[in-house]
């Protein structure tokens, strides 16, 4: 796999009294979890709260102490995101899920925002993308608010 687009940028500084937003990372691969770690240690007001490349560790740790948002591939090593993605859309509604695969055709796209996915990117060309979708959910440019 090859991932492009992976300039630096600079990180916002967070607003006074915030509290970071806790985030998992829910992927398979370890190359590509150590290269979300580093997207998200630049990001200011993100917590990197847990790491999984299951399904089944991932919901159970979800349903323990919901984060405020998931990174999720599809393709995991005991099952597939949409499991991951049905758990935190019935059980966790303020949780942000935004899919980052491989499989970012149309049919993937839609199948994935229809069931709940708050955003959906292209892991290979769309990091930049999905940097500041995670850098307005952690209070930066958005609305986004969590109540947890």
């Given at each position: 796999?090859?991932?492009?687009?992976?300039?630096?940028?600079?990180?916002?500084?967070?607003?006074r009294?915030?509290h970071p937003?806790?985030?998992f990372?829910?992927?398979?691969?370890?190359?590509?979890?150590?290269?979300?770690?580093?997207?998200?240690?630049?990001?200011?007001?993100l917590?990197?709260?847990?790491?999984?490349?299951?399904?089944?560790?991932?919901i159970a740790a979800?349903?323990?102490k919901p984060?405020?948002?998931?990174?999720?591939?599809?393709?995991?090593?005991?099952?597939?995101?949409?499991e991951?993605l049905?758990?935190?859309?019935?059980?966790c509604?303020m949780?942000?899920?935004v899919?980052?695969?491989n499989?970012?055709d149309?049919?993937?796209?839609?199948y994935?925002?229809e069931?709940?996915?708050?955003?959906?990117y292209?892991?290979?060309?769309?990091?930049?993308?999905?940097?500041?979708?995670l850098?307005r959910?952690?209070?930066?440019?958005?609305?986004?608010?969590?109540?947890y």
């Open positions: 796999m090859q991932v492009t687009n992976t300039e630096s940028l600079p990180a916002p500084m967070p607003a009294n915030a937003k806790r985030l990372i829910v992927e398979d691969s370890d190359v590509v979890r150590a290269l979300w770690r580093t997207v998200v240690a630049r990001i200011a007001g917590s990197l709260s847990g790491e999984f490349n299951r399904a089944s560790t991932a979800i349903r323990r984060p405020h948002v998931v990174l999720l591939d599809i393709n995991l090593n005991d099952g597939n995101g949409m991951v049905r758990v935190v859309t019935a059980e509604p949780t942000k899920v899919v980052v695969s499989c970012a149309a049919t993937h796209r839609k994935f925002t069931a709940g996915a708050h955003a959906f292209d892991k290979s060309h769309e990091l930049a993308a999905m940097r500041g979708m850098e959910l952690a209070g930066f440019g958005s609305s986004a608010s969590f109540s």
